[in-house]
């Protein structure tokens, strides 16, 4: 749903609401259209929140398995199901996306681009490739004594450092941190200066020093280019 969010954001014609509780708003009406993904279909909650949005007459479009406890939840006279037969997220995202782009609501979605995007990476950052031209080993190597700082300039950016950050905590539980360049800032200008000299396993060496992760997606607004160089000044030569 945030991949969702972040995508409409710059593009969406109508205003749209990211709806982060288990429920529907109060003010959902059959005005409104109810967009909700659900890999699995076996949430009870999600199943409860599509009812009562069939309930009140909202026009209902779900990505989820065709026989699921959440499509028993949604049939319906203005409900369009998308079959879903996996439980990958980005997947499923990707089908409703494509969904949206045909309805004039979100940009265009290829999911044969996107498809052929990710076999690329998967090919590229295989565990089974060489360091010297695997690109997630190289990353994973400068950040293995850090603490990641992820920045991204553009709306979509933005959402994915976050994701980013999320990914990290949860694989390393290690700490990473995402956020806008204000906030960053101060974690970056806080830490101290790195001395090649140091024995990093001296007593009172410092821990896991910040290290700036910038996502660039190509964006070159002149508030995105003045943010990313403001944070790069603040990490220093090498962070």
């Known amino acids: 749903s945030r991949l969702l969010r972040a995508v409409l954001e710059p593009w969406c014609p109508v205003p749209f609401v990211a709806w982060p509780n288990a429920g529907l708003p109060g003010w959902a009406g059959s005005m409104d259209l109810v967009v909700v993904l659900a890999p699995s279909g ?8 599509v009812a009562e949005a069939v309930r009140r007459g909202c026009q209902v479009v779900v990505a989820c398995p065709p026989r699921s406890l959440v499509a028993e939840h949604a049939e319906g006279r203005w409900t369009t199901l998308l079959p879903a037969v ?22 265009r979605a290829d999911a044969e681009s996107v498809a052929k995007a990710l076999d690329e990476v998967a090919v590229s950052c295989s565990p089974h490739r060489d360091l010297a031209v695997n690109p997630a080993k190289m990353l994973a190597i400068a950040l293995a004594d850090s603490s990641p700082v992820v920045w991204g300039g ?9 994701r980013v950050a999320e990914s990290i905590r949860r694989a390393s539980g290690r700490s990473a941190i995402a956020g806008d360049a204000e906030h960053l800032l101060p974690v970056l200008s806080a830490a ?5 000299f140091d024995d990093p396993f001296a007593e009172g060496a410092d821990g896991f020093r910040p290290m700036l992760v910038v996502l660039d997606d190509g964006t070159e607004e002149a508030v995105v280019r003045e943010a990313r160089g403001r944070l790069q000044a603040a990490a220093g030569p090498g962070e």
């Open 86 to 107: 996996t439980g990958d997220q980005l997947a499923t995202a990707v089908v409703m996306l494509d969904y949206l782009d045909q309805v004039s609501l979100g940009p």
């Open 42 to 49: 076996s949430d009870a909650g999600t199943a409860s929140a």
């Open 192 to 196: 101290q200066r790195r001395d090649v």
């Open 154 to 162: 553009s709306v979509l950016a933005a959402r994915a450092a976050r």
